[in-house]
């Protein structure tokens, strides 16, 4: 089992910076990809970015790809998302989740590939 705490969630406003972060525990070393997504009220859970956990590799969703910046830290089994830049519709709760595959470009997308997920941390952004 592997447990997923977010944290770093807030209010801010258009233009500012928020700093999430995902702490895993457990069997944390079986971790193959952790990956961010958010869901606005009424709307899908969809990608933000992921990362391999071993190799590094990184996805991003196209609308945040040039603002936010996914990074881990092996030694703390913790996973970081700066967003910079934020803008109103990046409003949404954001979820850490992982799985213990390494995903690639086809799949590490879909939330339904990703078996442990966190509570999920508010991120609001005023205009």
Known sequence: QVQLVESGGGLVQAGDSLTLSC???????????????????GKERTLVAAINWSRGITYYADSVKTRFTISKDNANDTVSLQMNSLKPEDTAVYYCA??????????????????????????????
Do not use: H, L, M
């Open 23 to 41: 702490a895993a525990s457990g069997r944390a070393s079986s971790v193959g990809t952790i990956g961010w997504f958010r869901q606005a009220p």
């Open 98 to 127: 992982a799985d213990e595959r390494q995903f690639a470009t086809a799949t590490v997308n879909y939330p339904r590939n990703y078996y442990y997920w966190g509570q999920g941390t508010q991120v609001t952004v005023s205009s």
